[in-house]
């Protein structure tokens, strides 16, 4: 059983910028993953936020684009989530994910079976 622990979120005014960590316990049993990135807000659905598959493909939601960027290390089985130009509308827990067998990347959360416990991103204005 493959465990997540996220890391790096934390308080930021708007503008401002954090690197979030996802540190694997364990190496998947498939080679055909994708890791992903999902958010919280109080009372709101989650969402996807950013996914990269096997090959190092990454996608984005919209409302991220152009200030986020996944990436990962597999020598170190850590996924990485840099977001910059913080927005208060940001503030979440954010939520590390995995989905083995899943060939191409997607932001739906009902794809994925592992789950890290959450790290809480606060932006102020």
């Known amino acids: 059983q493959v465990q997540l622990v996220e890391s790096g979120g934390g308080s930021v005014q708007a503008g401002g910028s954090l690197r979030l960590s996802c540190a694997a316990s364990?190496?998947?049993?498939?080679?055909?993953?994708?890791m992903a990135w999902f958010r919280q807000a109080p009372g709101k659905e989650r969402e996807g936020v950013a996914v990269?598959?096997?090959?190092?493909?990454?996608k984005y939601a919209d409302s991220v684009k152009g200030r986020f960027t996944i990436s990962k290390d597999n020598a170190k089985n850590t996924l990485y989530l840099q977001m910059n130009s913080l927005k208060p509308e940001d503030t979440a827990m954010y939520y590390c994910?995995?989905?083995?067998?899943?060939?191409?990347?997607?932001?739906?959360?009902?794809?994925?079976?592992?789950w890290g416990q959450g790290t809480q991103v606060t932006v102020s204005s």
């Open positions: 364990s190496t998947f049993t498939s080679t055909t993953y994708c």
């Open positions: 994910a995995a989905g083995v067998g899943l060939r191409i990347g997607s932001l739906y959360a009902h794809l994925y079976n592992y």
């Open positions: 990269i598959d096997s090959g190092g493909n990454a």
